[in-house]
């Protein structure tokens, strides 16, 4: 799962098609651009994401040959110190296991003839899945290892023809998911293959410049998806890892699925670092897959996935014991789900194909909850209110579940900004029972009953008269400091929208028209006149240049977008923000009273692209 965070050197893209030290994305005469490609990738039809969103919940498994090792090789086990070795950061996943430990291709493929796991048990598998409220699986048909986990007859470098047990145990799940009403789902791992010598990444086996990736390509990673699309009865997705370097090749396997099942989904990490290239260079795929265990600290508007483990590991790891406890689980899933995504949960299995008795039992009481509060998690939106200081709230349709995770001391729960009438509050579990509700200005103040139903978190329902609308915050200056407007406190319009990336960053995107506006309510201590800076990332072949307007009460500015450097993930070099994000002074405004202002950005015209990818406004006074 996890990702390498590489040390270009001049051999590192060389058998991709790059010449010796060059560290651009020319590969194989095709130079990666972003906007270039007309995909439908950034607004995919609601009948394909329709189910995800419904779905919240979903189950990952981690299973393969490294399953029999536990996280074990020679008396060695891992995690390993993360010192760097040759080209790459050392890999602490035991699922990467032959990585960290070099081991040979040839020494590997023997542990295909250990692996028997005759305790597997597809509908158990399924079964738990649903008692824990989980709506969706993802199991590992080719890890980095190249081991297919099916009946593969493009390479017998699979779990029937290499192994004794001779069985196929996608078949196994495909057909008990259809059975138990779960989605079924693969995840394939389209760029690194270590079996197969034209692949990447295996550098301790095969020589690099001895490649045509191509021939992999064409050869093993087209025809193995091509065989899961066409085997395994429909899909709901096909979550991809390790990005591709070349859009056509990403283009190509996006069209195989769609053209295959039109509904399955694709994860956004198809093209390498999931933001080249597409007709939004955030996003190529139908939803965001973020970090390995990252969250956002807010409200995200594009849609995502945040995958998280059930303890440290993804696969199977016999040294690995910090299980996550329940309660923990339910808030990581609560909070997902409140910040409009869906909460993938993994487990790894056995070499002998059981799933861990600490996990079962932490899914079983996951599900004890799931169960009797799925009103409040399914079918849901994000929370419209800021950060609430006792737990997390979740919308569908005139209705506010309050999750309190933290039971107020007073026993009263306050909510600010609130416009809708309450008609009723009541705890989920007991609705015969009304609890009293009280109004104070824009404040609104909810009374408990007694104690927690549930310890882990009792969730309380609001209806309200009509869709539930909240005041926007309002940004206060404090004495005479500066005002920061970031992307997370915004209010977007029309397609703008805020945006979270896999690098932890929140900003403005698919804003390309005057509708497309941002804006926020500040308040201003004393009359002043204040410097306006803008930071955004932005790029010359997103038509540098176009104008946009900055408006403060009934003052206005204008300024043209320029060109803020290549994004280094365009480069091919480590960073960490991926985005080159730049300050800019705009002018200054003249606030002649203290008081409340609405700021509002908005493109000048039509811009044909993103506008930029704003990440703040900050008014400092004079």
């Known amino acids: 799962m996890k990702r390498r965070e590489f040390l270009w050197e001049s051999t590192a893209l060389v058998g991709l098609g790059a010449e010796p030290g060059n560290t651009s994305l020319a590969l194989k005469g095709v130079q990666i651009t972003r906007g270039s490609s007309g995909k439908e990738a950034a607004n995919p039809p609601e009948e394909r994401l329709g189910w995800f969103r419904e779905a919240k919940f979903g189950m990952m498994i981690h299973w393969g040959l490294y399953s029999v090792l536990g996280g074990e090789w020679r008396g060695k086990q891992l995690p390993l110190p993360g010192e760097e070795q040759g080209q790459f950061y050392m890999e602490d996943n035991v699922e990467m296991i032959m990585e960290p430990f070099r081991i040979p291709l040839a020494e590997y493929r023997e542990i295909g003839k250990q692996f028997n796991p005759v305790n597997f048990d597809a509908q158990r598998w399924v079964r738990l899945a649903k008692a824990a409220g989980m709506k969706y699986i993802v199991i590992t048909s080719k890890h980095q290892d190249g081991f297919a986990m099916f009946h593969s007859k493009v390479s017998k470098y699979n779990i029937v023809d290499a192994t004794p047990f001779k069985r196929d145990p996608l078949k196994e799940l495909s057909e008990a998911c259809q059975q138990e009403g779960i989605r079924f789902c693969v995840y394939y791992s389209h760029r690194d293959d270590w079996e197969d010598p034209n692949s990447y990444a295996n550098y301790w086996d095969f020589h690099e410049r001895k490649r045509n990736f191509e021939k992999y390509?064409?050869?093993?990673?087209?025809?193995?998806?091509?065989?899961?699309?066409?085997?395994?009865?429909?899909?709901?997705?096909?979550?991809?890892?390790?990005?591709?370097?070349?859009?056509?090749?990403?283009?190509?396997?996006?069209?195989?699925?769609?053209?295959?099942?039109?509904?399955?989904?694709?994860?956004?990490?198809?093209?390498?670092?999931?933001?080249?290239?597409?007709?939004?260079?955030?996003?190529?795929?139908?939803?965001?897959?973020?970090?390995?265990?990252?969250?956002?600290?807010?409200?995200?508007?594009?849609?995502?996935?945040?995958?998280?483990t059930l303890n440290q590991s993804w696969g199977y790891s016999k040294f690995d014991d910090t299980w996550k406890p329940p309660r923990e689980v339910i808030h990581q899933l609560v909070n997902t789900v409140s910040k409009g995504g869906n909460y993938l949960l993994d487990v790894g299995p056995t070499g002998e194909g059981t799933i861990p008795q600490p996990a079962v039992d932490i899914l079983e009481k996951v599900g004890a909850w799931t169960g009797p509060n799925g009103e409040s998690i399914y079918d849901t939106s994000a929370s419209p209110f800021g950060e609430l200081p006792w737990g997390r709230c979740t919308v569908?349709?005139?209705?506010?579940?309050?999750?309190?995770?933290?039971?107020?001391?007073?026993?009263?729960?306050?909510?600010?900004?609130?416009?809708?009438?309450?008609?009723?509050?009541?705890?989920?579990?007991?609705?015969?029972?009304?609890?009293?509700?009280?109004?104070?200005?824009?404040?609104?103040?909810?009374?408990?009953?007694?104690?927690?139903?549930?310890?882990?978190?009792?969730?309380?329902?609001?209806?309200?008269?009509?869709?539930?609308?909240?005041?926007?915050?309002?940004?206060?200056?404090?004495?005479?400091?500066?005002?920061?407007?970031?992307?997370?406190?915004?209010?977007?319009?029309?397609?703008?929208?805020?945006?979270?990336?896999?690098?932890?960053?929140?900003?403005?995107?698919?804003?390309?028209?005057?509708?497309?506006?941002?804006?926020?309510?500040?308040?201003?201590?004393?009359?002043?006149?204040?410097q306006v800076w803008i930071t955004y990332a932005a790029q010359d072949e997103w038509q540098v240049g176009k104008k946009y307007g900055v408006s403060v009460g009934s003052e206005a500015l204008e300024a043209a977008v320029v060109d803020t450097g290549a994004f280094c993930f365009d480069t091919g070099l480590p960073c960490e923000t991926g985005y080159q994000y730049r300050t800019y002074n705009i002018g200054i405004v003249n606030l002649s009273e203290a008081g409340q202002y609405k700021l509002t950005i908005r493109p000048a015209g039509t811009t044909g692209h993103d506008l930029m990818y704003l990440k703040s406004i900050e008014l400092t006074p004079l």
């Open 217 to 308: 390509y064409e050869g093993k990673a087209l025809p193995q998806v091509r065989e899961l699309l066409t085997g395994y009865g429909p899909l709901g997705l096909i979550w991809f890892d390790h990005g591709m370097y070349t859009m056509r090749q990403a283009e190509q396997m996006l069209d195989l699925v769609h053209s295959l099942q039109p509904h399955c989904l694709v994860n956004s990490r198809l093209l390498i670092d999931s933001r080249m290239g597409a007709s939004w260079p955030e996003l190529m795929g139908d939803y965001e897959s973020l970090n390995d265990h990252g969250l956002p600290a807010s409200e995200a508007q594009n849609y995502f996935e945040v995958p998280q």
């Open 396 to 530: 569908k349709g005139e209705r506010l579940y309050l999750h309190v995770f933290e039971w107020p001391q007073d026993g009263v729960l306050s909510l600010v900004g609130l416009k809708n009438e309450v008609k009723k509050a009541y705890q989920l579990l007991d609705s015969s029972r009304t609890l009293d509700v009280r109004r104070d200005k824009d404040k609104l103040f909810v009374r408990l009953s007694g104690k927690p139903v549930d310890q882990d978190d009792t969730v309380i329902v609001l209806e309200t008269a009509g869709k539930p609308e909240v005041d926007p915050p309002v940004i206060v200056q404090k004495d005479s400091s500066s005002i920061m407007l970031t992307a997370v406190t915004a209010v977007t319009t029309a397609k703008a929208i805020k945006y979270y990336s896999r690098f932890g960053d929140y900003h403005i995107s698919k804003w390309s028209d005057p509708r497309d506006s941002v804006a926020w309510q500040i308040e201003t201590s004393q009359p002043n006149r204040y």
